[in-house]
């Protein structure tokens, strides 16, 4: 496997694909956009002692609180993403009336799974130790994540109430903690459906050597305890038939849940569409997943 050197450490060629590719679309895709002076803008708090363990979190100005929020968890294929390049789409959710937690964590290959898990188990803890301070209301707390950040959510609500998940895959978890539901977008549920592209290169920096990967299937490991999910996909997303795979797998276990599935009526709408705020496809699923998520406040 070819390798490159970057700040002392070794990335493999995915690596260096990904983060360059992705991070000219981004850059594209935010171009213009600036913060909104409506919100409360709280930057670079640190949840672990790793340099990539860092959060924001953002409040509506123009409500006192208690606040419910939402936690993202971000994609980026494992490989790549953090909070900045969230920013404008988490400013988004909190223009509807929430409090946002926008976390950064650590990526592959740098870190191997189940590092991403144990960061946003961090980030719940922090969560619990300054939701006072912020005024966060504590009986209305969501979570969303897309693509990668979809496949490490799942994941982390499999661990929840399972103990032995917990020591199968390492990771300890808040046992008092409990969303109320969450949002999976453009997921990834299964690392090992043949039917998508899971290269040597992605699964080599991405798991430890001889690491038995089924453990973060989060479709095989679903329970009944699983929270009530909104989730979505689009026509032109490449991982649309993970969605539909999680569709039954909700089903099969009775977890309640919505779906909603976008076509673009004058332009094509790709794999996380949604986190482009400049379309107007993007305000409708956003509005759509606030609507759901608000449906669980003081039930």
């Excluded at 693509?147 to 032995?164: D, E, R, V």
């Excluded at 679903?222 to 991982?239: A, G, N, R």
Aim: proline content about 5%; charged content about 25%.
């Amino acid at each position: 496997m070819i390798k490159y050197k970057r700040g002392g450490t070794y990335m493999n060629k995915y690596a260096k694909m990904i983060r360059t590719q992705f991070g000219k679309i981004d850059t594209k895709r935010d171009e213009g956009l600036t913060i909104p002076t409506s919100i409360n803008t709280y930057r670079d708090f640190s949840y672990g002692d790793k340099k990539w363990q860092v959060l924001d979190l953002y409040t509506p100005k123009t409500q006192k609180g208690p606040f419910p929020l939402i936690i993202n968890v971000h994609g980026g294929g494992w490989y790549y993403g953090d909070k900045e390049r969230y920013q404008f789409y988490c400013y988004e959710m909190c223009k509807r009336g929430f409090a946002v937690i926008n976390f950064s964590y650590r990526l592959a290959p740098e870190f191997h799974f189940p590092a991403p898990l144990e960061d946003l188990s961090l980030v719940v803890s922090w969560m619990y130790q300054n939701s006072s301070f912020f005024n966060l209301d504590m009986k209305s707390i969501f979570m969303v994540g897309d693509s990668a950040g979809a496949h490490i959510l799942g994941n982390y609500m499999n661990l929840l109430n399972n103990k032995k998940a917990q020591e199968d895959v390492g990771v300890k978890v808040e046992e008092r903690f409990k969303p109320r539901a969450i949002a999976l977008m453009c997921g990834c549920y299964n690392i090992e459906d043949p039917t998508i592209d899971t290269s040597p290169e992605l699964l080599e920096g991405l798991f430890k050597k001889d690491d038995d990967i089924s453990k973060y299937n989060v479709l095989t490991h679903m329970t009944s305890s699983f929270p009530p999910v909104f989730m979505m996909t689009s026509h032109k997303d490449f991982l649309k038939s993970q969605t539909l795979a999680l569709h039954e797998a909700l089903i099969n276990n009775d977890i309640p849940f919505t779906y909603k599935y976008y076509v673009g009526t004058t332009t094509p709408l790709f794999h996380c569409f949604h986190l482009n705020v400049k379309m107007e496809e993007s305000h409708k699923v956003m509005d759509e997943m606030i609507h759901y998520f608000k449906s669980f406040i003081y039930k």
